[in-house]
């Protein structure tokens, strides 16, 4: 359940509000063990994305490091690789 939630730290170009909410979305939905809320507990679901995406936003902006940023790119071909190696070639 939790495969979406990505390192969103240190990345040229940095992580988007969308990502951060993606991320934040995929935690809420671990936490609570659903992937959809029931009608009864939508709004407090909508509120721990809201809350979390903000605290994400904030942690990234505040975190220093030396090391360079890391190439988005790069990085998702190394996943795409890893996944060949490990599930083979689909099609």
């Given at each position: 359940?939790?495969?979406?939630?990505?390192t969103?730290?240190?990345?040229?170009?940095?992580?988007?509000?969308?990502e951060i909410?993606?991320a934040?979305?995929?935690?809420?939905?671990?936490?609570?063990?659903?992937?959809?809320?029931?009608k009864?507990?939508?709004?407090?679901?909508?509120?721990?994305?809201?809350?979390?995406?903000?605290?994400?936003?904030?942690?990234?902006?505040?975190?220093?490091t030396?090391?360079?940023?890391?190439?988005?790119?790069?990085?998702?071909?190394k996943?795409?690789?890893?996944?060949?190696?490990?599930?083979?070639?689909?099609?």
């Amino acid at each position: 359940m939790c495969r979406n939630i990505k390192t969103l730290f240190n990345f040229e170009p940095p992580a988007t509000q969308e990502e951060i909410r993606a991320a934040a979305t995929q935690f809420v939905r671990k936490v609570s063990g659903s992937t959809r809320p029931s009608k009864a507990n939508a709004l407090a679901f909508e509120k721990a994305t809201d809350d979390i995406s903000t605290v994400v936003e904030a942690l990234l902006q505040s975190l220093v490091t030396t090391a360079e940023p890391r190439d988005r790119e790069f990085e998702a071909a190394k996943a795409r690789a890893r996944a060949e190696q490990r599930f083979g070639t689909t099609g």
